[in-house]
Antibody, heavy 121, light 112 residues
Framework: EIQLLESGGGLVQPGGSLRLSCVAS????????MTWVRQAPGKGLEWVAR???????DYADSVKGRFTISRDNSKNTLFLQMNSLRAEDTAVFYC???????????????WGQGSLVTVAS | QSVLTQPPSVSGAPGQRVIISCTGS?????????VHWYQQLPGTAPKLLIF???NRPSGVPDRFSGSKSGTSASLAITGLQAEDEADYYC????????????FGGGTKLTVL
């Protein structure tokens, strides 16, 4: 059974930093792309960043230059370092496993339970 | 405002059929990018419902089906049940921006 367990969320002041972690189990972690998707309170889903199994990385324009995605394949763990946080970054952040043959077919086939990040003074 | 457009809400009585649309453009759905659908029950994480336009993951009832044509896609739910009441999101890939996986704005399904 695939499990994704996020941690690291919490309350942070505007301009502050936070690091999210996602521990994966039940599949060969280093062979899959992993991603972060966020959902602001009462809003829809927004893709944030992707880490490919081979090391490629992609970011949404809304977080580029502020967020850094990384992974430790030896610990089956995905990270999201978030700097220069803004009020509009307040959201539940989901870790998800990606599946697909090419960029245009990628989808998110397993999701964690989410970690709430609140940016407020 | 999402690049993939969904109706904010749809509704239907138990047993009925509902369709949720997802309208994109020539840089995403129309560019032969696959469309996927997710179901999000209240207070829970999203769950993959349809992948690759019309494929169901193991465990998803065949009451759920997807289709794609041109720059649009649809999710059909037949034999509506109370437990289908949820938010539904379409998702695709857009080649007009730097590697961007897009979601529709979401559709709230109410079972009357």
């Amino acid at each position: 059974e695939i499990q994704l367990l996020e941690s690291g969320g919490g309350l942070v002041q505007p301009g502050g930093s936070l690091r999210l972690s996602c521990v994966a189990s039940g599949f060969t972690f280093n062979t899959y792309s992993m991603t972060w998707v966020r959902q602001a309170p009462g809003k829809g889903l927004e893709w944030v960043a992707r880490s490919g199994g081979g090391g490629s990385i992609d970011y949404a324009d809304s977080v580029k230059g502020r967020f850094t995605i990384s992974r430790d394949n030896s610990k089956n763990t995905l990270f999201l370092q978030m700097n220069s946080l803004r009020a509009e970054d307040t959201a539940v952040f989901y870790c998800a496993k990606m599946r697909g043959q090419r960029y245009s077919s990628y989808h998110f086939d397993s999701w964690g339970q989410g970690s709430l990040v609140t940016v407020a003074s | 405002q999402s690049v993939l457009t969904q109706p904010p809400s749809v509704s239907g009585a138990p047993g009925q059929r509902v369709i949720i649309s997802c309208t994109g453009s020539s840089s995403n759905i129309g560019a032969d990018s696959d469309v996927h659908w997710y179901q999000q029950l209240p207070g829970t994480a999203p769950k993959l419902l349809i992948f690759g336009n019309n494929n169901r993951p193991s465990g998803v009832p065949d009451r759920f089906s997807g289709s794609k044509s041109g720059t649009s896609a649809s999710l059909a739910i037949t034999g509506l049940q109370a437990e289908d009441e949820a938010d539904y999101y379409c998702q695709s890939y857009d080649n007009s921006v730097s590697n961007n996986w897009l979601f529709g704005g979401g559709t709230k399904l109410t079972v009357l």
